[in-house]
């Protein structure tokens, strides 16, 4: 299978790389180094020590025996996104590649302004460009169980059926976000549903909790095969901060 990871410098984004890789996919990806970036700009760094692209390419194809496709480049830029696409013929794409920080999103104005283009305009380029490339292939989207809030009654699968004056409907069930960024996640979702049902194309979006520690088998002894780990107050997730 050809897999396309968008975000793939990231936490999840490198192990997932290694973790199909080692079982014989054809593997490509895209990033803009901008986790690098935020974490930098609050005064965090990774506790296990993260190699340039290049040095991570390089051992991708030391342990593997075989290339990682990459591409640098943002994906608010369309054109980048579709000519990824296009170019790699991917039979499955992962997207990974939005600002995964509800405290970075709060901090004012203009971290809210951008995690919303960010991640918004990403998500819908990667929609526009699916539609136009490669139509057959199914994307798996990252969301949140934080959209939907903590509701005082189970959290069903998505949709439940609710009974209203007399009527039943099957219904997506209400967002409650509680984070510029979780609302980010809930606009993904009624966006990625809008998609589905204008053009047939196919989305998991998976609605997953926490995912915490420090290194898949895949990585074996190579530190340059390791991903990163934040335990900072804005990218750090409670589970690693305490283990850190």
């Known amino acids: ?10 936490y999840l984004g490198w192990s997932l790389v290694l973790y199909l890789g080692a079982r014989g ?58 000519n990824c696409l296009r170019a790699f013929e991917p039979d499955a794409i992962v ?7 509800a405290p970075y999103s ?9 995690t919303h283009m960010n991640n918004l305009m990403g998500t819908l380029n990667i929609l526009y460009a699916m539609k136009e490339a490669c139509p057959k292939a199914h994307l798996v989207k990252l969301g949140t169980m934080g959209e939907y809030g903590t509701p005082n009654i189970p959290i069903p699968e998505g949709f439940f059926e609710i009974e209203y004056r ?4 099957y219904l997506p069930f209400p967002r409650q976000a509680g984070s510029w960024y979780h609302q980010t996640k809930v606009h993904d979702s009624n966006n990625i549903m809008m998609a589905c049902r204008l053009w047939g194309i196919r989305v998991t979006d998976i609605m997953q909790g926490v995912v915490f520690g420090t ?4 990585m074996g002894s190579d530190e340059r095969l390791l991903t990163r780990l934040d335990f900072d107050q804005c990218f750090g997730t409670a589970v690693n901060r305490y283990c850190c």
């Open 215 to 218: 290194r898949i088998d895949e």
């Open 95 to 101: 997207h990974l590649g939005e600002n995964p920080s």
């Open 1 to 10: 299978m050809r897999v396309f990871i968008a975000g793939v410098d990231g």
């Open 25 to 82: 996919h054809d593997v490509g990806g895209a990033d803009l180094f901008l986790r690098r970036e935020w974490v930098a700009e609050v005064g965090g760094q990774s506790a296990t020590p993260i190699r340039r692209m290049t040095e991570r390419l390089e051992a991708y194809r030391d342990n593997l025996r075989k290339n990682l496709v990459f591409r640098r480049g943002d994906l608010k830029d369309y054109n980048f996104v579709l």
């Open 166 to 169: 007399g009527k039943k409907d």
């Open 106 to 114: 709060m901090i004012d104005v203009e971290h809210c302004n951008f």
